[in-house]
């Protein structure tokens, strides 16, 4: 299993405490990460085998162009959550495993996210049926691509339809004077788990690993003057809008394998920016990642 020392993972890791499965975890070389830390101890905790896999930035670069190849688009921060599963899922194929479990699901079914805190009850419950029309997991097509079986047991059905059916007070709930999201899971297992995992902050999976560090990383790579001359020569020509010289990189890589998003599908939707098409009840786009749109 994939195990980020986060909420999601560490409940599963607990609940499969008694079957032979061993961790793993990817974090970067080279930039800083947080996961490390808490993926030590729920294993420790549990006795759990655990392999941690350190990326260079040659990894980093590798797994980028596939990942870009796989997904078909070049939204910065999907393509930094993706490439920490992607080279995840290449170690375990790499060990002889056909499967992999990992959390996926549970943020979008029991309002993980930081930003569900800052709503009423009323637009927390919008959101969420909006997000759940919408929602995609990009490690399930990574795995596909790869001949390796993603098991997402937070999407399991009558996790979902148990999910869907209780109240909002149950997903972000205040506790000890602060707010969290995913309430009723931290509650079910903070008996199990130690408390530094149940109450820990919800961090993206890109701080966590410390991909969030490429940011920087192609902000010196590339000039000034050549991202320049590049972001003006793909908006004039291939009407794509680009707002960061990271985006830039990504871009060229998705166009080394597709044509420009404007070229592509058919739709009275697209986004303003690169002109991909967005589907429906979409609040960014999934192409090039702007939002809000």
Not at 74 to 80: A, S, Y
Not at 199 to 224: H, P
Not at 269 to 286: K, L
């Amino acid at each position: 299993m994939a195990l980020s020392g986060g909420l999601d993972s560490s409940i599963l890791a607990f609940c499969l405490n008694d079957k032979k499965i061993k961790a793993f975890i990817t974090i970067t070389k080279d930039f800083p990460s947080t996961d490390l830390v808490y993926s030590q101890l729920v294993a420790k905790q549990i006795g759990l085998p655990l392999e941690v896999q350190t990326a260079s930035i040659e990894q980093l670069l590798f797994a980028i162009d596939k990942t870009i190849k796989i997904l078909k688009v070049f939204n910065p921060i999907e393509i930094r959550n993706a490439i920490v599963m992607y080279l995840t899922i290449n170690m375990v194929k790499e060990k002889g495993y056909s499967s992999i479990i990992t959390g996926d699901g549970a943020d979008e079914l029991f309002a993980g996210y930081n930003f569900f805190q800052r709503m009423t009850d009323a637009e927390l419950q919008q959101d969420l049926e909006r997000i759940w029309q919408v929602m995609h997991f990009p490690t399930k097509i990574i795995g596909n691509s790869m001949d390796v079986d993603v098991e997402m047991p937070f999407l399991n059905d009558t996790v979902v339809e148990y999910a869907k059916s209780i109240s909002t007070d149950l997903k972000v709930h205040e506790e000890k004077g602060k707010k969290f999201g995913k309430w009723i899971l931290r509650k079910a297992f903070e008996r199990t788990i130690s408390e530094t995992i149940v109450w820990r902050e919800k961090s993206a999976m890109q701080d966590g690993s410390g991909t969030a560090g490429l940011t920087s990383f192609f902000s010196n790579l590339i000039s000034d003057s050549v991202s320049k001359d590049k972001l003006l020569l793909y908006l004039e020509t291939e009407k794509v809008r680009l707002g960061s010289k990271e985006s830039l990189y990504y871009y060229e890589i998705y166009r080394k394998y597709y044509d420009p998003p404007a070229f592509l599908g058919v739709s009275k939707s697209r986004c303003p920016e690169c002109n991909g098409v967005i589907n429906t009840g979409s609040h960014f786009c999934r192409m090039c990642g702007s939002f809000p749109i």
